[in-house]
């Protein structure tokens, strides 16, 4: 499986930006996939995750903010952004596991794409 992430860039605080990520070479259907991030000097760490089921995880800094679906149809997966913060500038990868679920464990996911960068302003 091949991820290509896109949607990037730099906004104001507050606004709202989403992320895509297409899949290619496989239907990752029955694949958990997930977005995670990683700011300069700092570990990658979970955004959000979902279960092929649809079962969702989200890192506690984005509830309510972050919104991530899937659409198995057109092999995508998406996290749209709102009220950004400067907190939330890191490049954003997205992954696919092996599994149906998997937990937040970045190790547990298979293939990533290249990454989008999203630079929030204060």
């Known amino acids: 499986v091949q991820l290509q992430a896109s949607g990037g860039g730099l906004v104001q605080y507050g606004d709202s930006l989403r992320l895509s990520c297409v899949a290619s070479?496989?239907?990752?259907?029955?694949?958990?996939v997930g977005w995670y991030r990683q700011a300069p000097g700092k570990e990658r760490e979970l955004v959000a995750i979902m279960s092929s089921g649809g079962r969702i995880k989200y890192a506690d800094i984005v509830k309510g903010r972050f919104t991530i679906s899937r659409d198995n149809t057109k092999n995508t997966l998406a996290l749209q952004m709102n009220s950004l913060i400067p907190e939330d500038t890191a490049r954003y990868y997205c992954a696919a596991a092996t599994s149906a679920y998997s937990g937040p464990d970045s190790t547990s996911y298979r293939y990533w794409g290249q990454g989008t960068l999203v630079t929030v302003s204060s």
């Open positions: 070479g496989r239907t990752f259907n029955s694949y958990a």
